[in-house]
C-alpha cells in the first residue's frame, strides 16, 4: 500500500487563518483603556467566551466587555524568526487531518513541525513489500501547504521496529533492508526536508559496553557500524536535508545525564573522525517540574556541539508535572518556570537554531497516555491546553525567544 495525500479541503480554508499570537488587546474598563498582550487575553478570553481564533488584519470581537483586537500580531514562530530560530512542534497527523481548530493552531504557531509518529518504521513499513505514506505525505503536504519546515523523525531506532524486521538474517540480508528502508523514506522527500532525525537514543551506559552504545535490534542485526551505514545511506539519499542523532537524558545535572552526555560525545568524535556526514545534534528536552536541574552541564555540551560544528535542536520539549498537585495555577507557574529557565540556559548558545515542542496542546500529549500522574488528571505540559488557550508556559517560550540576542548580535 502506497498512498501520496493532497491538501484537503481543510488544509486549503485554514491556510489563510491567523490570531494565535500576541496581539495587542485594547479594552475600556470605566473609561480607562488598558493594554492587554495577547498572550495573557488568550486565558481571559475563555472567561469571557471569546473564540482563541480571532482573525487577522483589522476584525475584532466586539461587546459586553470583550477587548477589541488590532491587527498587530505575533506568534511562536514570528519570536523565533526576530531571533534566528525556528519554533514547531510534534504533530499528530490524524488530528491534523480531522481537528480544524488543531491544524489552524499548528499553521499559525510553527515555523517547522515533525511528525510525533508517521515517520517511524512501524508506521511507513509494515511489512516487508509494503509502505505506507499515506499520513506522511499528508503532513509534507499541510507543511508546504503553509510554508512550514518539516523535520523526518525518525530513520532508525530501537523501538516501533515491525516484528518482521526482527526474523531477518543478521548480517547482509538485514543490512540491505535497513540500508533500502533509509534509502527509499529519505529519498521520498529529497530536497523537501528540513533535516532528518536519522538515528534516535543510539546510547544507553546501563547496557555495559565501553562505548556506551544500546544493545539495540539494529546493533545486532546490522552491526557495530550500523550508524555509520544510516547517515551515509541518508546523506546519498538526501543530500540537502541536515542530518541529526537525536537523544534523551542528556539534559541535567545528575550523575545518569552526565554518563550519557560524555557517551554521546565519545559517539559523535568518532563519527566526525571518520567523516560521517552528521549536522546537527538534537536534544529532545523531556523535562520534569519540581525534580530536576539544569546548568553547566548542559552549556558545556553545547559548547562540545560548536566546537564540532554541529548545529542544535531541541526536538521533543515539554515538561511534565507529575509531581506537582492538582492545583492547575500552581501546575501552570511551575511547569512555565522550567520553561523560561531551560530556555534561557541554551538559547543562549548560538549553535541552538530550531525549539519544537513534542506536541503543541495538552489534547494530544502523549504523556496523557503514558498515565504518569498518580491523580489521573491530564498533564499540562505544553504551550497550549486542551482548548487551544495559551498558558503561561507560552508566555514564558515567548519571553525567553524575545530575550534570545538577535542573530546578527550574536559574537
Not at 12 to 32: A, N, P, W
Not at 99 to 116: C, K, N, R
Request: a neutral charge; hydrophobic letters at 45%; proline letters at 3%.
Amino acid at each position: 500500500m502506497e498512498a501520496v495525500a493532497t491538501l484537503s479541503a481543510m488544509d486549503k480554508r485554514d491556510s489563510g487563518v491567523r490570531g494565535i499570537g500576541q496581539e495587542l488587546v485594547h479594552r475600556q474598563t470605566d473609561g480607562e483603556a488598558a493594554l492587554i498582550s495577547r498572550r495573557r487575553f488568550l486565558r481571559w478570553s475563555a472567561g469571557a467566551g471569546v473564540l482563541p481564533f480571532v482573525g487577522c488584519g483589522h476584525r475584532a470581537v466586539r461587546g459586553g466587555g470583550v477587548p477589541v483586537v488590532s491587527s498587530v500580531t505575533s506568534s511562536l514562530k514570528a519570536a523565533g524568526a526576530a531571533h534566528g530560530l525556528l519554533v514547531g512542534c510534534a504533530v499528530d497527523t490524524r488530528a491534523l487531518r480531522a481537528d480544524t481548530a488543531y491544524a489552524a493552531l499548528v499553521a499559525e504557531q510553527a515555523s517547522i513541525v515533525v511528525a510525533e509518529n508517521a515517520m517511524k518504521w512501524g508506521a511507513l513499513h509494515p511489512a516487508r513489500d509494503t509502505y505506507d505514506f499515506e499520513q506522511a505525505d499528508s503532513l509534507v503536504a499541510f507543511a508546504e501547504g503553509h510554508r512550514i519546515k518539516v523535520r523526518g523523525h525518525n530513520l532508525c531506532w530501537h523501538r516501533y521496529v515491525p516484528e518482521w524486521v526482527m526474523r531477518l538474517s543478521p548480517g547482509a540480508q538485514a543490512k540491505g533492508v535497513f540500508v533500502e528502508h533509509i534509502e527509499r523514506v529519505a529519498g521520498r522527500y529529497a530536497g523537501r526536508m528540513h533535516s532528518w532525525d536519522v538515528v534516535n537514543e543510539a546510547i544507553e551506559v546501563k547496557d555495559g559496553r565501553a562505548d556506551g552504545m544500546r544493545v539495540s535490534p539494529w546493533l545486532s542485526l546490522v552491526g557495530d557500524d550500523y550508524i555509520e551505514v544510516a547517515f551515509r545511506a541518508a546523506r546519498a539519499a538526501d543530500p540537502q536535508a541536515l542530518l541529526t542523532y537525536n537523544e534523551y537524558g542528556i539534559e541535567g545535572e545528575d550523575e545518569a545525564s552526565y554518563r550519557k552526555r560524555r557517551a554521546v560525545l565519545m559517539l559523535l568524535r568518532r563519527l566526525k573522525a571518520r567523516n560521517v556526514p552528521v549536522d546537527a545534534m538534537g536534544v529532545q528536552s523531556h523535562l520534569s517540574a519540581g525534580d530536576a536541574s539544569y546548568g553547566p552541564g548542559l552549556r558545556g555540551f553545547l559548547k562540545d556541539m560548536r566546537e564540532l560544528d554541529l548545529q542544535v535542536f531541541l526536538t521533543e520539549m515539554d515538561v511534565n508535572d507529575r509531581a506537582l498537585p492538582a492545583d492547575v495555577a500552581v501546575r501552570d507557574k511551575a511547569v512555565a518556570g522550567v520553561y523560561g529557565r531551560y530556555l534561557d540556559l541554551v538559547l543562549a548558545d548560538p549553535a541552538v537554531t530550531a525549539v519544537l515542542t513534542w506536541g503543541i496542546t495538552d489534547r494530544y500529549t502523549w504523556l496523557n497516555h503514558e498515565g504518569s500522574r498518580k491523580d489521573q488528571l491530564s498533564e499540562r505540559a505544553l504551550p497550549f491546553d486542551v482548548d487551544y488557550r495559551g498558558k503561561e508556559a507560552f508566555d514564558a517560550t515567548i519571553d525567553a525567544i524575545d530575550r534570545r540576542p538577535k542573530a546578527g548580535a550574536r559574537g
